[in-house]
């Protein structure tokens, strides 16, 4: 059986986090670009399959397309979302070891980025 989902990039990143088995830390990281399939191949009991083509932080999922113009787009979105974590009073955050941050409701209920260096340091 073949599954066609268009829909949000929020509704797209739970469904992904569900078929891939992904922990709710990495769910925000999941910058999803825009008009390109995301593809999993599943078994006879419709469980994801892992694939030797899964993208970054998946197992069994990848984006079908132009690779390169997966990774542009992808970094434009992390760029804005990092700025707009700059806007909002936060530091952005850059790319590299800081992979393992992720979004958590602030004190007063804005999103902020968290990362567990950060989280080691501070007490």
Do not use: H, K
Not at 51 to 72: H, K, P, V
């Amino acid at each position: 059986p073949v599954f066609l989902i268009a829909s949000s990039e929020n509704l797209i990143r739970a469904l992904a986090a569900d078929l891939d088995g992904l922990d709710e830390a990495t769910v925000p990281l999941l910058d999803v670009p825009y008009a390109t399939p995301l593809v999993f191949q599943l078994d006879d009991e419709l469980r994801a399959m892992p694939s030797a083509w899964a993208s970054d932080l998946f197992r069994c999922g990848f984006f079908l397309g132009d690779q390169e113009r997966i990774r542009a787009v992808q970094r434009d979105i992390r760029s804005q979302v990092d700025g707009a974590a700059a806007d909002g009073g936060g530091e952005a955050v850059e790319e590299g070891p800081q992979d393992s941050c992720f979004a958590e409701e602030g004190a007063s209920g804005e999103l902020v980025w968290v990362c567990p260096e950060d989280r080691g340091s501070a007490g």
